[in-house]
Nanobody, 124 residues
Framework: QVQLVESGGGLVQAGGSLTLSCAAS????????MGWFRQAPGKEREFVAA????????HYADSVKGRFTISRDNAKNTVYLQMNSLKPEDTAVYYC?????????????????WGQGTQVTVSS
């Protein structure tokens, strides 16, 4: 079992920045690829970014490429999502997830563990 707890969400103006954190406990964190997903009201959950267990490979949704950066610190059992140049359309609940896949994956069904989510609201 892996427990994931997100933090760092909040209210920010358009153009601003936020950094989300996801702290993991339980099984060895470094054995998982990690991902961030988001879900806006009335919309399906969508992929945002993913990173391999070593941090050597990352993958981003086109909508956030160049603005968001995913990273991880295996010594701290934490994965981060640095979000810059935020837009109102980035408003959503953001979830981190852990996958046993070796490579990054954008498919929610390939993640085994999920956090409870943290709200990000971007005002115009």
């Amino acid at each position: 079992q892996v427990q994931l707890v997100e933090s760092g969400g909040g209210l920010v103006q358009a153009g601003g920045s936020l950094t989300l954190s996801c702290a993991a406990s339980g099984r060895t964190f470094s054995s998982f690829s990690m991902g961030w997903f988001r879900q806006a009201p009335g919309k399906e959950r969508e992929f945002v970014a993913a990173i391999t267990w070593s941090g050597g490979s990352t993958h981003y949704a086109d909508s956030v490429k160049g603005r968001f950066t995913i990273s991880r610190d295996n010594a701290k059992n934490t994965v981060y999502l640095q979000m810059n140049s935020l837009k109102p359309e980035d408003t959503a609940v953001y979830y981190c997830a852990a996958s046993t896949w070796i490579e990054t994956t954008a498919q929610a069904g390939e993640y085994d563990y999920w956090g409870q989510g943290t709200q990000v609201t971007v005002s115009s």
